[in-house]
T-cell receptor
């Protein structure tokens, strides 16, 4: 079993829909990252969380440390949001970053 | 300011050849990370530098892989006797220091071993 699991693996939605991507992890962590990767492009860091909730524009990230779960929400989704969204955690045991496999999001116009 | 840059953007080589992949981190960032991302997978940690020294190289898959950062800025990932299984996108990231700081990723180098 992967230490970081994301769901769904793939998501197609219509423009304007509210999007939720989930991340569950099984290790103790000091921080959780949400990353965005466009086809052919590099990775952009969206959020780094250790507790609570952060908001940036149409993006909201939440984390529940007790439940070892985080969600990334996109409000009023747009085709330019189409990308792979990756959850990554920094484990407290060995201070390594462990990545999920990513969620491929496709927003239709 | 300039972000993390990686060269080349694409590299095609034959099985058994030697390749070098270069990473230019953000100026002033002391921490530098190499990751490998295979198709459909999340990135996989390879090695982490703090300054000139490799603080953690436990992710290097075998002794064909080696990385250096002689002056604490630019880093080179070296792969000897490449195998088809080495085909992947090799990502570099840098951060201001180590633990707890946001990592900034480069665009990656897509390595294809024929």
């Amino acid at each position: 079993k992967n230490e970081v699991e994301q769901s769904p693996q793939n998501l197609t939605a219509q423009e304007g829909e509210f999007i939720t991507i989930n991340c569950s992890y099984s290790v103790g962590i000091s921080a959780l990252h949400w990353l965005q990767q466009h086809p052919g492009g590099g990775i952009v860091s969206l959020f780094m969380l250790s507790s609570g909730k952060k908001k940036h524009g149409r993006l909201i990230a939440t984390i529940n440390i007790q439940e070892k779960h985080s969600s990334l929400h996109i409000t009023a989704s747009h085709p330019r949001d189409s990308a792979v969204y990756i959850c990554a955690v920094r484990s407290t045991g060995d201070d390594k970053i462990i990545f999920g496999k990513g969620t491929r999001l496709h927003i239709l116009p | 300011g300039a972000g993390v840059s990686q060269t080349p953007s694409n590299k095609v080589t034959e099985k058994g050849k030697y390749v070098e992949l270069r990473c230019d981190p953000i100026s002033g960032h002391t921490a530098l990370y190499w990751y490998r991302q295979s198709l459909g997978q999340g990135p996989e940690f390879l090695i982490y530098f703090q300054g000139t020294g490799a603080a953690d190289d436990s992710g290097l898959p075998n002794d064909r892989f080696f990385a250096v950062r002689p002056e604490g800025s630019v880093s080179t990932l070296k792969i000897q006797r490449t195998e088809r299984g080495d085909s992947a996108v090799y990502l570099c990231a840098s951060s201001l220091s180590g633990s707890g700081n946001t990592q900034y990723f480069g665009p990656g180098t897509r390595l294809t071993v024929l």
